[in-house]
């Protein structure tokens, strides 16, 4: 502390950073283990709470960042420093932090697979010090992918087939989460990003339109859009809503005639404004009047899900969408009720099962399993079980980290994506569709329920 | 291109990344001028299009990493090569990113000023590729710290003067917004943050309790109440609800009193979970019976202010709050719609003022002054002027940066929050206020009407 009379603004986070990107009782109650020598084998598992209102399922991702993370979190000579300066902490526990790296095991959910509230999508199993400091991190990277790999279904479930863009960088709570948002939402199923650094280390495709800025820069609408099909005579999206959406649409028709010429095609216009439905249909017949049906349409603007399901069901000509905000805050759950739970603890040589029963609140108790149950190739229910408990169905949790050691290989982007598209394929519509449907496909095996039944017993006593 | 089968977290962001988040319409733009030699001088405002429903006023917030950033940023050899590979650029422009550096001014309003709806909080002048270039980074950073603290500022209002501590890293949207999200909260007038790293960069008070896992993790409630009193004397704040509240606060009593007997005194109790008004009566009543007046009430648990604002106005008995999700997320208001638009260009010599018309998305021409008006003191309006009109009032956008240099500093975080806090004291009831408001304080100068209407009949020529 004492730093408050120095002017800083918040910055960027190095890898070094990341051990005290946590909540200040991770380590005051790691010290209290510390000192009563209390390191028992304990396991906590993630999951959410509740869906929000407008969620009939989620889809996992962030596992990749959270793995990665937790193996490299190291304590570092100015981290200790730090800690040191706020003479909470004694120094043996201080060494022992210096020296501490994860060495325990956790189970995950592959990313991309569709998941319901109070499923566990990871579970870490370890020291209760080691298992307990990994909670902030955990929770903030799981959660927040999460939630925007959700979102991002089901808007391009809303586009029935056509393809969308993230547009949202400028609109993310920060550049992490710009990349993250990026990241996730290619995992629900969006086909490029304008995030430039998203391209560069995710390998996801890049693309972009024009800025009205860009038009406003000419003196005349049409000069902007030939000096940019000029520049770029394969890749041209004109934006034609700056000044007249229909007289933008007759400049871009000249452009695109004049390409023709040198045997050259545009490849889109973009409307951010207005009736989009109604100026779409406008702009598709000036372009196929003037025999341009091969250049597309690209919609933006505020869109979410519930906007381009109407556009779609009024018949809107549009070949694609840019969605920003509503994908990359998802602007109508912006958070998710994420917990970070104690479910198993060794004592007395003995593995117990804990739950606490804070109303509303209780979590339940054990190492925990997911049965993914079929008919006919389409899902029928999730079962959740314990561990080891023997259910029919896929058991989604598998073992990815062992004693510190990262084991299961993530699968690629790409492939994550692909299950995604699979799995949706697989579910019913009561459980794609945009409303909110009936809740409950989860239940509880019967082992589970009678583990609760127990430690409530023991709990009235 | 072509990494899309190497698996890869979002990871971190260095500030070598940085020139990469980005739009990538940024980018084609800018070398689309460089072709063009279309780099006359330029400017750009940021602003908040609308207010959200749910307020009457923002807090500016995040000019201090915007400026760090916008004068650190630089394409590196890396970020170079990768934009080759995308086949868009030519080697040309390519050369002439790796030698930019931002060389124009900045002008703003100070951090932790009111601000409302259409009003600048940031200029950027300088050459139209070079001001362009920097949209989508200025965008993210601002719009997030500003909504933050706009947020934060409620819920600190809603405490009617006690504290608010912040709890969210967990929740919050990647790292880098947690840390971010402690700056602009504190900016709002939170007391601390459980969040270390913030605590280590900016100097915030670090705070924290303890998590239901602890309480867990012991055979007994009171015998983690006991270890961790022992292990934090001076700093215990025990969490009652893991089971049932009343008894857990005979539990904390039990330790309150044995902690008396070696001198020390119990700093608080928390109540995470039920019906926080009751419950916190009740331990209130427990406590007071007791001869612990002394022993403070945290309460936690998905507080908003309209939660806050409830719980005050029951009377409970509470000293501070920790309030996490609702904050880390501006949760009823997740996004703000900001836009950055070209206002002005020179051309042909002439500074010339621009301005979009496209529906529900104009923007005012010219570059802009705040002039604030006061009456006795009290706030009485904004007038929204052109840059030299000559306006009463106290003129908010300083210059910040001159020629790429910082040339104001800004002031320090402790600083900026008094600021706010005695412009709050200024501002009338209807603008503090939770409950939407009467708009439109601000009113456009006669300058810059005249100017929106030469431009108007401009374009319907």
Redesign the interface.
């Known amino acids: ?15 070094e ?2 051990a ?10 790691a ?3 510390f ?2 020598s ?1 390191n028992a084998r ?1 396991s ?1 598992e993630l999951y959410i709470r509740d869906l929000p209102p407008v969620r009939n399922y989620l889809v996992s991702a962030g596992l ?2 959270t ?2 993370d937790i193996s490299s979190l190291r304590f570092k000579r ?2 200790i420093s ?2 040191k300066s ?1 003479n ?1 902490f004694t120094d043996e526990f201080l060494d022992f932090l210096g020296k501490f790296r994860f060495r325990g095991d956790v189970y995950a959910v592959d990313e991309g697979r569709v998941v319901f509230a109070g499923e566990p999508l990871l579970r870490v199993e370890g020291s ?1 010090i080691e298992a ?1 400091l990994l ?3 955990v ?3 799981m ?3 999460t939630m925007i790999a959700s979102k991002s279904r089901r808007i391009v479930d809303s586009a029935a087939g056509r393809a969308v863009v993230d ?1 949202s ?12 948002a ?2 996730a939402s290619y995992i629900g199923g969006f086909s490029a990003t ?24 000419f ?1 005349r609408e049409i000069d902007a859009f030939r ?2 099909s000029h ?2 005579p394969d ?1 041209s999206v004109l934006l034609i ?4 959406i229909e007289e933008g649409c007759l400049n871009a028709v000249r452009v695109a005639k004049e390409m023709e010429e040198h045997d050259k095609r545009l490849k889109g216009v973009r409307i ?3 009736d989009l439905s109604r100026e779409a249909g406008k702009v598709r017949e000036i372009l196929d009047r003037n025999r341009l049906g091969y250049v597309k349409i690209v919609l933006s ?1 505020n869109l979410d899900e519930y906007k381009i399901s109407r556009l779609i069901k009024k018949g809107t000509p549009v070949d694609s969408f840019g969605v920003g ?1 509503a994908m ?4 109508d759950a ?2 998710l009720n ?1 917990a ?3 479910v198993q ?1 060794e ?1 007395e040589g003995m593995q117990r099962a ?8 209780a979590n339940l108790p054990g190492r925990k399993q997911i049965f993914r149950q079929y008919r006919k190739g389409r899902f029928v229910a999730d079962i959740l079980g314990l561990e080891g408990e023997s259910i029919e169905g896929e058991a989604l949790l598998e073992k990815y980290m062992h004693k510190g050691r990262i084991i299961r ?6 492939e994550i994506r692909k299950n995604l598209e699979k799995e949706m394929g697989r579910m019913p519509s009561y459980i794609r569709g945009l409303g909110k449907s009936r809740a409950g496909t989860t239940q509880l095996s019967p082992a589970l329920l009678k583990s609760i039944r127990t430690l409530k017993r023991r ?1 009235t006593k």
């Open positions: 502390m004492g730093k408050s009379n120095k002017t800083t603004g918040a910055g960027l986070i190095s890898r950073d990341l005290l990107v946590t909540d200040l009782y991770e380590l005051t109650m010290q209290s283990y000192s009563l209390m304990a906590f990749k960042d793995l990665d100015r981290a730090y800690l706020l909470l209760l307990q909670e902030t991190m929770m903030n990277n959660s927040f992918q547009f960088p400028r609109r993310d709570q920060g550049y992490e989460a710009a990349l993250k990026a990241r304008s995030n430039v650094l998203a391209g560069k280390r995710l390998g996801i495709s890049v693309t972009g339109t024009m800025a009205h800025s860009y038009v406003l820069s003196n000096a940019f520049d770029y890749n809503d700056t000044y007249d951010d404004s207005g603007g905000t990359g805050t998802s602007s912006p958070n994420a970070y739970k104690l603890l004592q804990v739950m606490k029963f804070s109303l509303g609140k290989k993530s699968p690629p982007l790409e709990w």
